[in-house]
Every structure is written in C-alpha cells, then in structure tokens.
C-alpha cells in the first residue's frame, strides 16, 4: 500500500527550519519559524517557568487522566488573563472552556466545533493570515474564504475594505481575527478600528474567533487584550484561541486554550458538552504538565510580578531589534524607507521582499526568511543584525 503514497509537500515554516538545522554554513541565520531566541541566540526557559516546575515536582502529584476539557483552575486563570477577572461573561457563567493542545490545538478543537454546531458556516480568514489557518480549517472540513486586510502599499491596515467585506458575510458565518500581533504582517487594528469590527460583526451577524497567540508581545498584557474585550460585549458570543507557547516559552508543552462565550449561562452549558464531545474523539484529555506551570504562575502573586517583568524583557528586545534593522539598513544604504517596521508590532515584521529576494539570501547567505517575506524579529541579534542588513542591501539592490 504504501510504495503508492506520493510524499506530501514540506511544511512551507517548519520545512525552513529542517532545511536550515541540515545548512553546514556556520553563518547561517534562522528568521523564519516563530521562536522568540533571546540576545544570545537561545529560547530561553523563564525563571518563572523554572520555579513553578520546582514546586510541581516537589507536591509530585497524580499522573491520572485530567478531565476532558482539562484542569478548570487553569481555564478560569485563562478567562481572567484573557478578560480580566471582573468580566460580565465570567460573573454570568457565560463562558465553555477547554485547555487544549497548544493553540494550534484549540484551533482545530474550535474548528471542529464549528463544523459540528454550525454546519452552515464558512470562515473567513484574513488576507494574508497565519498558513496554519487554512490547513486546519480545510481539515475541519470548514469551507473557507478570505477577507482584505493589508494594504501593502501603504503598509497598514486595510480598514475601509475589510469592513465593507464584514457587511458583506452572510449573517452565521465565523470571522477570524488575530487578538495582536497579526501574523505575518505585524499590522493590528487600533483601539477605535476594534470598535469599528466589533460593530460591523454584530450588524452583520457573524461570529468572531480570536486567535490570540501572542499576548504581551505587543504594547503588555492587559494593553494586548484590547481587541477582545472590545468585542465580549454584554451577551455577545466569541469563540477564543489562546496560545501560551510564545509569551511563557513553553513552545513544546503544548499549552492553550479554547474559551467559547456564549450569550446565556444555559447556553454556555450546551456548548461545554459540544466542546468535550469533539475533544473526546480527537485527543480525549489534554497533556497535564504545561497548564500546571501556567496556573502556578497565574495564581501566585510572585511568580505572576516575575512572568510579567519577563515578558516585557522579550518584548522590550524585540522592540529594541525592529529599531537596530532600520538602523542597520539606513547604515548600509539600502536603498529605500524602512521605518514602517518600527511600527508593526509582535514578533515578526513584513519586510515586503519578494520570493526571489528571499531565496537569495538563503542560497546565497545563509539567512532563512518565510518566503512571504515574513522575518521573525525575534531571531535578530546584536550580532547578527548588521549582516542581516548588508546581504539584504545585496539582494535588493
Ligand atoms: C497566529 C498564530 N496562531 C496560533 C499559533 C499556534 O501556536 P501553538 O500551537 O504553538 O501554541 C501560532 C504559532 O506560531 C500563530 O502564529
């Protein structure tokens, strides 16, 4: 059976990464998988991360199966990270929730809930969005279609046409919108442009996800949640996809989480069972140890002050990066204005060079960027930023 299987295509993200791991040039530099690498070049293991570990593994707990939506203090930490803690929707009970495999997880969790509970609906994904979304809603078996969001010429949001398209979607349909840190282009709403969606997603009756990946990486992590709580107004519904790879470097403990807010506490109830009957045929319960380390930290005062103080450490470098590429490129003579990467927010910047660009500077250089054009700030380094600027002077010029 097998010697008929033709090899499916590399990952267009991940299959960069095995190609640079396998790249023998010592001057190789890897900017494109989403891995936030601190000034050394290293993922680093948070403080905060280390000491929660510590206290787990001295309380040595059970190893029995969590339940099928997972450990309900985490998931009501997450509600109260993601909302704050006084929300109506957390007071009113209005929230089914469900600690899941990472974000990607919850993703194809809220996918597959969809598909279920909405067999009608289409999702719409932002145009250009994450690869990722259209795999796994095309797994899902979710029909999908795409909404302008980048106005690349002017490098910003794409307001004016993406609203128009919001009125256009058919009342059930699901909006995907990325919470901050819009992967790949950096560009995200402004506080009064979230207002806007939010008011255009109601009038149109459609529902939104947030897929929110990166909360704390933009401007900090209460400024970060912005967006979604412009849109959980009173009874409105929501479906959320939080991540806590990135802003708790716990990349492969695969911690995140599906919050579905619905517009009664009834209502939230027959959710919760939808939720847990999708999961149980999927992975049935979640991997227990990376939502313990995040409810440790969430619940104890001094571990939360030294998450906080280490988040803003990874923000803070990245922040400092964007600025020492523009610098560097003005430095080399790059041809052209760069400044707008000083404005795109989160751990990548859409650099607007071309596939061909892109492929140079891997065959010929050694630097490993999506082929969108997409670099991960992140991956830059006060040693590596200036040669990074000059080779990118040599393919564009
Ligand atoms: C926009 C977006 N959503 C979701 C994810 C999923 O993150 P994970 O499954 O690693 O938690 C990522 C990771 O790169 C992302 O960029």
């Not at 969590?66 to 998931?75: K, N, R, W």
């Not at 993406?162 to 992967?183: E, Q, Y």
């Amino acid at each position: 059976m097998f010697d008929q299987v033709a090899a499916a295509p590399p990952d267009p993200i991940l299959g960069l990464t095995a190609a640079f791991r396998a790249d023998e040039r010592p001057e190789k530099i890897n900017l494109s998988v989403g891995v936030y690498q601190d000034e050394t070049g290293k993922t680093p293991l948070l403080e905060c991360v280390r000491q929660a570990e510590q206290r787990l593994a001295e309380a040595a707990g059970t190893k029995s199966y969590l339940p099928i939506s997972g450990l309900a203090d985490y998931t009501a930490a997450v509600a109260e990270l993601a909302l704050g803690g006084d929300h109506e929707a957390i007071a009113g009970k209005r929230i089914a929730a469900a600690q899941t495999p990472g974000g990607t997880g919850g993703l194809r969790v809220a996918a597959d809930l969809i598909h279920a509970v909405l067999p009608d609906a289409t999702i719409w994904l932002s145009e250009p969005t994450w690869p990722n979304h259209p795999n796994i809603f095309a797994a899902a078996g979710v029909p999908m279609k795409t909404y302008p969001y980048f106005d690349a010429a002017g490098d910003r949001l794409d307001i004016e046409g993406m609203l128009a398209a919001i009125g256009d979607m058919p009342s059930g349909d699901v909006l995907l919108l990325h919470g901050c840190c819009h992967n790949p282009t950096g560009v995200d709403p402004t506080p009064k442009q979230w207002r806007q969606i939010g008011d255009a997603a109601a009038a149109a009756g459609v529902l939104p996800l947030l897929d929110f990946a990166y909360q704390g990486f933009a401007d900090g992590i209460t400024e970060d949640a912005v967006g979604l709580r412009e849109l959980c107004r009173p009874g409105a519904e929501l479906l959320v996809c939080s991540s806590f790879s990135k802003n708790f470097s716990l990349y492969r403990e695969r911690v995140g989480a599906l919050m579905a807010i619905a517009p009664t506490a009834e209502a939230a109830c027959a959710v919760q069972s939808q939720l847990n009957k999708v999961i149980r045929c999927n992975y049935s319960n979640p991997p227990a140890h990376g939502a313990e380390i995040v409810n440790t930290i969430l619940r104890d005062a001094a571990l939360r002050q030294q998450w906080e103080g280490e988040v803003a450490t990874m923000r803070d470098r990245i922040n400092g990066m964007r600025h020492a590429l523009v610098d560097a490129l003005a430095a080399a003579g790059v041809p052209g204005d760069y400044s707008f990467m000083t404005q795109q927010r989160g751990m990548f910047s859409f650099s607007g060079l071309t596939k061909d660009q892109v492929n140079r500077l891997k065959e010929e250089f050694a630097i490993y960027i999506v082929g969108s054009g997409r670099i991960n700030v992140a991956g830059l380094t006060p040693s590596n930023v200036e040669r990074v600027a000059e080779c990118i002077g040599k393919v564009v010029g």
